[in-house]
């Protein structure tokens, strides 16, 4: 017979043979977990039985320790209320030595108020009567003390005014000796009177005030005329006169602003009702910035006066003697002049009287200082019309190109007085 053939693929007895060894298998992995299992939970309730019975254990300690603290308390209340007991009673014997202590200390206590009470008021009187000595023998010093401060102060005003005496004769006798010597008081003007001047005669700090003074018809108004370039007659000329004509202080600044110059014309000395040494002060000159001191014939205590306050007040002056030709003709004529003769005798003889009176002029003028116990300085001699001249040029430089042959001192003059301006007004700027 022949073979079937098997076929191909798995064997079913085999996997089923494979099946029930690993159901087997499994069967007695789990039978060995069980029993792992059995084993850990007896473990677990021998654990948990000797874990309760450390519980009821510390349950017991518990409940000993609490009965032992209840005890303890008992104990401690108990004693507490013996030692209050205790203290109740010793406060109650305390309290009745106390009251029979302080009324001992009461009865003692007041008898020692009552003790210091009397010291107070005996040293309360003691006080009141030292006070009392005090504030006597106070007045009595502040009365002795104003008694002597009396008698000093009428020593102090008798030797005061003993002082004031004696200063007053010294003063007097000093004023008499220098009357009789010829020497003039000196009177130096207060700040108000400067300030005064100043505002009367419209004083500016960028001009340079010269003021012209000397004695009454000396030829001041024509001078400042000649100075400004102004004829006597023309509108707006210093008024001039035979007479003396300017009553009260005149200014004329001058007409060319390239000579800040500003020229005073003051009343003349011996017009008015002052001393000739007084006339300085009434007048204010000791506010200008230089003074012309003028004279026509011969040099006055006025103008000793004047230039003796200006060297006080270290005030420029310049000494001009004016009408040169009116006293050059003058001598002329002393000489012989005769208006018929011929030109070079005529001119011979204004040579010689020129230079008589320049000399003469110069002299006098030397010697006045001199007497004076002044400085000696130079003197301008000038004629007015001469000058009037001069002032018309355009320039100085002109002048000084072409010099006049009856001009003096005329050119220098005006330019002393324009470059000193100038510098002053320079030295301000």
């Given at each position: ?5 098997r076929p191909k693929g798995p064997n079913p007895v085999d996997e089923e043979i494979k099946k029930r060894r690993d159901a087997e298998a499994a069967a007695e992995q789990a039978r060995k977990d069980v029993k792992a299992a059995e084993k850990r939970i007896a473990e677990l309730n021998n654990v948990n039985e000797k874990q309760q019975e450390k519980t009821k254990a510390a349950e017991r300690a518990t409940e000993e320790a609490k009965a032992a603290e209840q005890a303890r308390g008992r104990e401690a209340r108990e004693a507490m209320a013996d030692a ?346």
């Amino acid at each position: 017979m022949g073979c079937s053939k098997r076929p191909k693929g798995p064997n079913p007895v085999d996997e089923e043979i494979k099946k029930r060894r690993d159901a087997e298998a499994a069967a007695e992995q789990a039978r060995k977990d069980v029993k792992a299992a059995e084993k850990r939970i007896a473990e677990l309730n021998n654990v948990n039985e000797k874990q309760q019975e450390k519980t009821k254990a510390a349950e017991r300690a518990t409940e000993e320790a609490k009965a032992a603290e209840q005890a303890r308390g008992r104990e401690a209340r108990e004693a507490m209320a013996d030692a209050k007991r205790a203290s109740d009673e010793a406060c109650s014997r305390a309290e009745a030595a106390a009251r029979t202590a302080n009324e001992e200390s009461r009865k003692l206590a007041a008898q020692a108020m009552e003790e210091l009470r009397r010291t107070a008021a005996i040293q309360e009187q003691a006080r009141r009567d030292a006070q009392a000595a005090q504030e006597q023998v106070k007045k009595l010093q502040e009365a002795a003390d104003e008694e002597k401060r009396k008698a000093t102060a009428a020593q102090e005003a008798a030797n005061a005014s003993k002082k004031a005496a004696d200063a007053a004769n010294a003063a007097k006798e000093e004023a008499e000796r220098k009357l009789k010597e010829g020497i003039q008081p000196v009177v130096t003007p207060t700040p108000e009177e400067v300030r005064a001047a100043k505002q009367r005669v419209q004083y500016r700090e960028d001009l340079f005030h010269i003021a012209i003074a000397g004695v009454a018809g000396g030829g001041k108004s024509s001078l400042i005329n000649a100075f400004r370039g102004l004829r006597n007659k023309d509108i707006g000329a210093a008024a001039t006169g035979v007479t003396e004509t300017t009553l009260v202080m005149a200014r004329y600044p001058h007409p060319n602003a390239e000579y800040p110059l500003v020229l005073y014309d003051f009343p003349g000395a011996g017009t008015l009702k002052i001393p000739d040494w007084q006339y300085f002060n009434d007048q204010g000159l000791y506010v200008f910035d230089s003074i012309i001191v003028l004279f026509d014939n011969r040099f006055t205590m006025t103008d000793i006066a004047i230039l003796t306050n200006c060297r006080r007040f270290k005030i420029p002056t310049y000494i001009v003697r004016s009408k040169a030709d009116q006293h050059i003709r003058n001598i002329m004529e002393d000489m012989g002049y005769d208006s018929d003769g011929d030109s070079s005798q005529v001119n011979r003889l204004y040579q010689a009287a020129r230079q008589q009176f320049i000399q003469q002029t110069r002299q006098t003028v030397k010697d006045n200082l001199r007497d004076a116990n002044i400085p000696e300085q130079r003197v301008y001699i000038v004629s007015h019309k001469t000058m009037l001249d001069v002032a018309l040029n355009t320039t100085i430089f002109d002048v000084l190109a072409r010099r006049q042959p009856k001009t003096i001192d005329e050119i220098e003059l005006l330019s002393d007085l324009i470059r000193e301006a100038q510098i002053r007004r320079g030295r301000r700027d």
